[in-house]
């Protein structure tokens, strides 16, 4: 069974760091580009970060450009997520995402997704 499973979410102050974790069961995750998403209540799911299946293409939405930089260590199967700086505004369920090919910012484009992590920013 193919399985993303994200960790790492919690509660934070305004400025602090997470980093979440997307791990992959019953494949291997390096031959897929990983997505990371996040949908805060009541707004439609949106595109945070990318990392091409090899690893050489990396990209942020423009709300996350130099707070959040994604990873992927092979050996632990996982894409990282870490993130800086954090904002309210960063409030969101964060989800991992696979899709085969190059990266995409569209929902659509993915075919498994994980269950989701809850980060929350507030003081």
């Known amino acids: 069974q193919l399985q993303l499973v994200e960790s790492g979410g919690g509660l934070v102050q305004p400025g602090g760091s997470l980093r979440l974790s997307c791990a992959g069961s019953?494949?291997?995750?390096?031959?897929?580009?990983i997505g990371w998403f996040r949908q805060a209540p009541g707004k439609e799911r949106e595109g945070v970060s990318c990392?091409?299946?090899?690893?050489?293409?990396?990209n942020y939405a423009d709300s996350v450009k130099g707070r959040f930089t994604i990873s992927r260590d092979i050996a632990k199967n996982t894409v990282y997520l870490q993130i800086n700086s954090l904002k309210p505004e960063d409030t969101a369920v964060y989800f991992c995402a696979a899709r085969r090919v190059y990266c995409s910012s569209y929902t659509d484009d993915y075919n498994f997704w994980g269950q989701g992590t809850q980060v929350t920013v507030s003081s």
């Open positions: 990392i091409s299946s090899s690893g050489g293409v990396t």
């Open positions: 019953g494949f291997t995750l390096h031959v897929w580009s």
